[in-house]
């Protein structure tokens, strides 16, 4: 059974950082696609970030490009999410996915306010 568990969520302030991670179970992490999604109060799930299976390949979103890094570690089963100058439009509950599988993480929640 494929499980993803987020972690890292917090209340900072503007131009502060935050880490996620996700802790991935039940399927063969090394050789899996991972994403970070985000959804804000009211509006669609986004795609944030993209890692491919060896880690060679990342995408962001236009929104977080030049603040975000996506990377994984396979000994550990993880991905994570490093946050960087962080807005206060970036706030919203983040999800890890795998997108084999469909599954998704419960969520952490990010909240940047001053």
């Not at 996700?22 to 985000?38: D, K, N």
Request: proline share 4%.
């Amino acid at each position: 059974q494929v499980r993803l568990v987020e972690s890292g969520g917090g209340l900072v302030q503007p131009g502060e950082s935050l880490r996620l991670s996700c802790a991935a179970s039940g399927f063969t992490f090394r050789i899996a696609f991972m994403t970070w999604y985000r959804q804000a109060p009211g509006k669609e799930r986004e795609l944030v970030a993209r890692i491919s299976s060896d880690g060679s390949s990342t995408n962001y979103a236009d929104s977080v490009k030049g603040r975000f890094t996506i990377s994984r570690d396979d000994r550990r089963n993880a991905v994570y999410l490093q946050m960087n100058s962080l807005k206060p439009e970036d706030t919203a509950m983040y999800y890890c996915n795998h997108p084999a599988t469909g599954s998704w993480g419960q969520g952490t929640q990010v909240t940047v306010s001053s």
